[in-house]
């Protein structure tokens, strides 16, 4: 079982330790993705999908990636830079959509979303169901629904964003920026809010709508 010893051949363990031939190496936990290739992966989604249950990283190197992404388990996604790292959704549904267990946690960083259309009519940008999300450093735009949370729709407990820019934004009723649906703490800071719309006359917060504090 395992590899012929000593491995490689020639060698004498030190410190009086010996390769143990049943041991299990460590699994990977970061993947890259280049789509002009040079990394793990070309595109964001093979990437999501080498990836456990546990809080793996996919990093991207700059580039447009035209992608609608789907996550089903807690994930750290890092761009190189948050102007030059673009995931472009072309109206063809939610951005990004987390659909994750309860206890689950993700954080998305150093990158441009634009031009989603949502799932479901909702969440334009980022369809988050997810206990805790983190957004740092993200450049939001140019996406719309046809009912709530024109950039981010969020179902869960906790959804801090922070460094970040959320603009020309659109729903047709609740949240043309953010719309939060009985989440129980929503936390911005240094962080820009523009030129969002709830265009239906009888629509609700273009910047962002709380479903749990308009209910109060």
């Known amino acids: 079982l395992g590899n012929p010893r000593p491995n490689p051949v020639g060698t004498k363990q030190d410190l009086g330790a010996y390769e143990n031939s049943l041991y299990e190496p460590l699994e990977k936990t970061m993947f890259t993705v280049n789509k002009d290739g040079g990394a793990d992966f070309t595109t964001i989604q093979n990437a999501i999908n080498a990836t456990n249950a546990l809080t793996d990283t996919v990093y ?3 580039g447009t990636y035209n992608e609608n992404l789907v996550i089903s388990n807690n994930l750290t996604m890092i761009g190189q830079d948050s102007s030059l790292t673009i995931i472009d959704g072309g109206q063809n549904g939610a951005v990004v959509k987390v659909n994750t267990n309860s ?23 980022l369809k988050l169901g997810a206990t805790k999300y983190t957004l740092d450093s993200v450049n939001i735009h140019s996406n719309n629904v046809l009912a709530d949370g024109g950039a981010i729709w969020f179902n869960g407990d906790s959804l801090f964003i922070q460094n970040s820019h959320i603009y020309d934004n659109t729903s047709a009723f609740k949240g043309g920026g953010v719309f939060a649906y009985q989440a129980s703490a929503i936390t911005i800071e240094n962080s820009n809010l523009s030129n969002n719309k709830a265009t239906d006359p009888a629509g609700q917060g273009g910047a962002i709508f709380h479903q749990q504090m308009h209910n109060r």
Do not use: H, Q, V
Not at 103 to 125: H, Q, V, Y
């Open 60 to 62: 991207k190197y700059n």
């Open 103 to 125: 206890g689950s946690e993700g954080l998305i960083k150093n990158l441009t979303i634009r031009n989603g259309s949502g799932d479901e009519a909702t969440g334009g940008a």
